[in-house]
């Protein structure tokens, strides 16, 4: 398995990119920052999906940045994406990494503690915990957990996490407070007339909160 930052995880919408496309909008936000990119795109088939992957992975190429493929785990095969992300309603986790094998990432998504109790940690490599916010990219989420929620969900799981639903810049210190790695984002990228931009925005945003925290941690030993 390559490595994987969840720092700023873009999750492709194909609605919001339609005026500068996918993979124009993933070119302009890897240089602005992204550390991994999920195609994700629930309107069209494996074909379609397979077309796409083959164009985001030729972006891609000899940046470090990881392609996760949505769900669809033929498409993941086909386009030799860096991984593949589940959710609870989808494949069975073990099922994914049966069929993925033991090389590609694999993400799934975690909504509830119970979700949190029940998986097993030596299948899946990383979680999506949230949604934090309610968000119009996903009708059918469960209900909203707050940050509050996000750091349970983080001490449960004990696996590199990143944070879902709604989030923006200004959340980044609050969501790497709470425990996780980073933030995944939608509209905080898709869509805006320079994603490039908005990626590096994300990226500062997520480096001063780990400073942030790094040092308040220093002052803390420091005192003790």
Do not use: W
């Not at 996760?68 to 069975?92: C, P, R, S, T």
């Not at 073990?94 to 940690?121: H, K, W, Y």
């Not at 898709?190 to 500062?204: F, H, I, K, S």
Request: charged share 20%; proline share 5%.
């Amino acid at each position: 398995m390559r490595p994987f930052d969840l720092s700023v995880y873009l999750v492709l919408d194909p609605l919001l990119c339609r005026d500068l496309s996918m993979v124009e909008t993933t070119r302009a936000a890897v240089a602005g920052g992204v550390t991994m990119v999920q195609l994700r795109d629930k309107e069209v088939g494996t074909a379609r999906m397979i077309e796409t992957g083959l164009a985001l992975r030729a972006v891609l190429a000899g940046t470090g940045v990881p392609l996760i493929v949505n769900d669809d785990v033929e498409a993941a095969i086909a386009i030799a994406a860096d991984g593949l992300h589940v959710g609870q309603e989808d494949m069975m986790a073990v099922e994914a990494r049966r069929r993925i094998g033991p090389d590609m990432i694999l993400g799934l998504s975690i909504e509830t503690p119970q979700a949190a109790r029940a998986m097993n940690g030596t299948i899946v490599d990383y979680v999506g915990l949230g949604p934090v916010f309610a968000t119009p990219t996903k009708a059918d989420h469960k209900p909203p957990i707050g940050f509050a929620g996000l750091a349970e969900l983080v001490a449960l799981c004990k696996l590199p996490a990143v944070a879902i639903g709604g989030l923006k810049v200004e959340h980044a210190a609050s969501v790497i407070a709470a425990g996780a790695d980073g933030l995944a984002v939608i509209s905080a990228i898709c869509g805006q007339p320079d994603p490039r931009a908005e990626a590096a925005r994300l990226a500062d945003a997520v480096r001063s909160a780990r400073a942030r925290g790094n040092d308040a941690a220093a002052r803390g030993h420091a005192r003790r």
